[in-house]
């Protein structure tokens, strides 16, 4: 007989469980009790929703589920916002939520919300456990659900009275990985298509990738001279350095390769949705109907057909996928490897920094010194805002895993998931980039870094003003500037106020040896880049967007 508290962290730990993250509850007791004799590592939080984004980073640079757990009413609403990331992510994530006692059910209790209903709309499935019993099946069940097909966040809620029951269940055991692969025949029909194409592209996106595949992919690329293209916020799929790379399609993308984009005969999208946000308002991809010919490998066949109509689909994950493709042998001289060669020059011309722009920081310099100074295999973490623009176009990413960043576009993300990341890979440096706005929506995970002693460098990109939203405001309605200052507090002296290191960067020179201290400090640290509110993109001031010039 064990309790259900008990049977949850069997079916954890059955399923290959190493670490969850959570705050508290007095709804799942009975949980933690059991967490006492497990080998599973507890990371406490600071708020729900840098918990479920914590679980998101470990979904995303793991492909394995992230799991968290919080408690009902307030705890589960504060982590939908890691849930609406996983969800648009394709990020396997399982959380689970302290749930009222039964007995108590739709009566409004303390704290009640219907799960299924609330989650409905964000997760890829929502479940509540009224029979011990079944906990077996559930648990590996979710597991299932959240790594096949289109990964994505699962929700369990658990009763109350349910976690304290004592039953007789099944031994849990572990889920099995549902992988989908292509035909002979699917490959043949690329190859051909290849092999009538004048203008080819490929682009890399969504998740189920692992390091053999992106060595794969790379190969294929090679044999074929294609460019390659990574979808927004999936840059590590690729190596910005090597020859067929083309550039982010994503947010603000290089004109050049835009224009390549839509004069390609055949695009070959794998593993992507194209989006929103990489298809330019589905201006690069017509939908429904493309202008090019599009092959779209996807390992939900439910996304394929479903935006855009393929003259090709292939249900296969990227990384079976290119695991069969990269055995089919390309073209000795393709007509387009001068295009390809061409796409990458224009790449590196795009995401040279420029040395100079408003005020007395510029974060040209900064980026170019970052990109000297951090190992390849760095993990860079951000949230979303205009500073973003800075690592996106001009960071070049090099290894797969080293990148957490949330295509959704949610703000706050970058510190959960630098703790999330170091504690993943304790010997890896971790950088994560947030604005001063986004900083402040998760910034209490700081606390986090310094409990567990994980010593993630935070870059906070301080221009006194939600960024993002000025640019827009001042574009459309200039000078008529509401609810987008900031008055915020010294980031550096709040680093050390929380136990660990903070620096203040007020002139360009002053990065590098502030950036060195907070690394030689063995800390958690902040260093805070206090940058002219005008720099508010690369290439354009505040100004100029208010002017239209």
Not at 404 to 425: D, E, H, R
Not at 463 to 474: D, K, L, S, V
Not at 540 to 548: E, F, G, S
Request: charged content about 20%; proline content about 7%.
């Amino acid at each position: 007989m064990k309790t259900g508290g008990q049977l949850i962290v069997e079916a954890l730990e059955a399923n290959g469980t190493d670490r969850i993250f959570c705050v508290p509850g007095e709804s799942y007791l009975a949980v933690l009790d059991a967490l006492h004799d497990s080998s599973i590592r507890t990371i406490v939080c600071r708020q729900e929703g840098g918990a479920a984004m914590m679980a998101d980073c470990q979904g995303r640079l793991t492909g394995k589920p992230g799991i968290c757990f919080v408690t009902r009413g307030p705890g589960a609403t504060n982590a939908s916002a890691g849930i609406h990331i996983a969800m648009q992510d394709s990020v396997p994530l399982i959380l689970f939520i302290g749930q009222v006692a039964s007995h108590a059910k739709e009566r409004e209790a303390f704290q009640e919300v219907d799960y299924k209903r609330f989650f409905g709309d964000i997760a890829k499935w929502v479940v509540e456990i009224d029979d011990a019993s079944r906990i077996p099946e559930f648990v590996t069940r979710a597991f299932a659900v959240a790594t096949s097909g289109r990964p994505g966040p699962v929700v369990i809620s658990l009763p109350e009275d349910m976690l304290t029951s004592e039953v007789e269940a099944p031994t849990a055991l572990a889920h099995t990985l549902v992988e989908t692969s292509p035909g002979e025949a699917d490959l043949d029909r690329l190859e051909a298509l290849l092999n009538a194409a004048k203008r080819p592209i490929a682009i890399l996106g969504g998740t189920r990738w692992d390091f053999q595949a992106v060595q794969e992919v790379t190969r294929i690329a090679e044999a074929w001279s294609l460019p390659v293209g990574c979808s927004f916020r999936r840059q590590m799929l690729f190596d910005h350095l090597h020859p067929n790379y083309a550039g982010d399609v994503g947010i603000g993308i290089n004109p050049k390769l835009a224009a390549a984009i839509k004069q390609a005969d055949l695009v070959l999208l794998i593993g992507g949705r194209m989006g929103e946000m990489p298809s330019s308002d589905y201006t690069l991809l017509k939908s429904p109907y493309p202008d090019q010919a599009l092959v779209h490998v996807h390992a939900d066949a439910g996304e394929l057909g479903r935006v855009y109509r393929p003259a090709l689909a292939i249900n296969a994950s990227p990384a079976a996928f290119v695991r069969a493709f990269a055995r089919r042998k390309g073209p000795a001289a393709p007509g387009w490897a001068a295009e390809t060669a061409k796409l990458h020059a224009a790449y590196l011309e795009w995401s040279t920094p420029p040395e100079t722009g408003p005020g007395v920081v510029q974060m040209g310099p900064i980026m170019n010194y970052l990109e000297k100074a951090l190992p390849e295999d760095a993990i860079l973490t951000n949230g979303a805002g205009n500073y973003a623009t800075w690592v996106h176009r001009f960071h070049r990413f090099r290894r797969f895993a080293t990148q957490g960043a949330p295509t959704s576009g949610s703000m706050g993300y970058g510190t959960p998931a630098a703790v999330a990341a170091k504690a993943l890979f304790p010997d890896r440096t971790v950088v994560a980039f947030a604005g001063d706005g986004c900083f402040l929506m998760n910034g209490q995970e700081f606390a986090t870094a310094v409990q567990y002693d994980l010593p993630i460098i935070v870059i906070v990109v301080n221009n006194g003003i939600y960024g993002t939203i000025r640019m827009h405001q001042e574009r459309e309605y200039p000078s008529r500037v509401v609810a987008t200052d900031l008055k915020n507090p010294d980031f550096a002296a709040l680093a050390r106020a929380y136990g660990g290191h903070g620096e203040t960067v007020e002139k360009t020179a002053d990065f590098a040896p502030a950036f060195e201290r907070a690394r030689a400090s063995g800390k958690p640290a902040i260093v805070e880049i206090r940058l002219d509110p005008e720099a508010i993109t690369p290439t354009r001031t505040l100004t100029q967007i208010r002017d239209k010039s």
